[in-house]
């Protein structure tokens, strides 16, 4: 009879645990916590690189199934922001980012940013661009890490820019209690340069917004080649080598024509010896363009040269093979993870390399070029916002439970 009464008491205890369980796991399930985002990314109306980045998987997390609620503090001036407001379980307070003086704006972000958080009932804030506060007040935060340049490469960035990043965004990751890094390369770069834990770390990749333009609705021109270069005005985006090769290239390739699209950033050193070089018969200077022109000038151009020397994912390799473009990259940093193996791969330290690389490109036959095309095609629909959202909507979810 004692057996069988303790047997009756394991079931008993083992059914009332697993109820208990349940209970918590539902509670949990059903409550409706806040997550604030952190938009100060939406201070400016031509954005460029991050920026797009941060709006796109904000963006993403909004739209997506979820039961939780979001509060976003940001500009509606910036494109596709207002459209927030109306989307459920969404709020969206107004920050004038655009308004500002980027001071005002960085000590915003760091000193009243998790105090509003707090007063709109967030339990976790999201930093999407790499800057975060020192201070939590209480609050989980999530760092998004896109590259250590300005840690590693004093030479690259403004000072001003790198001393407010080493005593703001480098104490505020190290204080946060989880930081995604956008590629496997980053990632070993935060727990090597940083001292970032294993537990604390994590990677999730970038996705690919649809292109403005469907591919394949505009062929390059054969007769005049063009060789296509997208933001690279950062001094390690590598422009004087690449203008270089181009030069050198022109011996075999005459009519060849190098289009830079894209525009200066203020937090980057400046680079006087670019300005005679630009002065080429053979560059065409684009500007800052739109989606749809940006997706133009990927279709019409022979070949997409992204000749940088360091990155921390390299967005624009797969916005050209999405438009059918082939690539010729750096074989350097992350450009070979995200390549995939569907580019060409050159050493961006010697301009004979780039050379040969780019000419590889140009000299391919139709059967190869469309074979790389394809394989292109393949690598950019790898990289969805769908899934980077899913992604982060778990690690929201391990950090609330």
């Not at 047997?7 to 697993?18: L, Y």
């Not at 469907?214 to 080649?225: E, F, H, L, N």
């Not at 363009?289 to 940006?294: K, M, W």
Request: aromatic content about 10%; proline content about 6%.
């Amino acid at each position: 009879m004692f057996s069988d009464l303790l047997n009756v008491s394991k079931e008993t205890t083992s059914v009332c645990a697993r109820s208990i369980a349940g209970y918590f796991k539902r509670s949990f399930t059903l409550k409706q916590f806040k997550i604030a985002f952190n938009g100060r990314f939406s201070g400016t109306l031509r954005p460029t690189g991050t920026q797009i980045v941060a709006f796109n998987l904000f963006d993403a997390i909004i739209r997506s199934s979820r039961d939780f609620n979001i509060v976003t503090f940001a500009d509606t001036s910036f494109p596709g922001v207002e459209a927030w407001i109306n989307i459920p379980q969404t709020e969206v307070v107004l920050v004038p980012f655009t308004q500002w003086p980027r001071m005002r704006s960085q000590l915003w972000e760091q000193l009243l940013l998790p105090l509003r958080a707090r007063q709109w009932g967030a339990e976790l804030i999201h930093h999407p661009i790499s800057t975060c506060p020192r201070w939590k007040l209480g609050l989980k935060t999530i760092v998004t890490l896109h590259d250590l340049n300005f840690y590693r490469h004093p030479e690259w960035v403004a000072p001003n820019f790198r001393r407010w990043m080493m005593t703001t965004a480098v104490p505020g990751m190290r204080a946060a209690d989880h930081v995604a890094t956008i590629s496997n390369y980053v990632l070993a770069d935060a727990r090597q340069t940083l001292g970032l834990s294993v537990e604390k770390t994590s990677r999730i990749y970038n996705g690919l917004k649809p292109m403005a333009v469907r591919p394949g609705t505009i062929k390059a021109d054969q007769s005049v080649p063009i060789v296509l270069g997208v933001n690279l005005w950062q001094p390690h985006k590598n422009l004087q080598r690449l203008i270089t090769a181009i030069s050198i290239l022109r011996h075999d390739f005459p009519n060849l024509e190098l289009h830079l699209a894209g525009r200066p950033q203020a937090q980057f050193q400046e680079q006087p010896e670019l300005r005679q070089s630009l002065n080429a018969p053979f560059i065409r200077v684009l500007g800052y363009l739109s989606e749809e022109d940006l997706a133009k000038a990927y279709a019409g151009a022979t070949v997409f040269c992204y000749p940088s020397l360091e990155e921390g994912f390299g967005l624009p390799i797969l916005e050209a093979m999405a438009m059918g473009t082939p690539v010729a990259t750096s074989n350097s940093s992350c450009l070979p993870e995200i390549a995939g193996g569907a580019a060409i791969l050159f050493d961006p330290t010697s301009e004979e390399e780039m050379a040969r690389g780019i000419r590889q490109a140009l000299m391919e036959s139709e059967a190869e070029r469309e074979r790389r095309i394809v394989n292109g095609y393949a690598v950019a629909g790898k990289f969805t916002w769908t899934r980077a959202a899913k992604e982060y909507i778990q690690l929201y979810e391990q950090l609330l439970a």
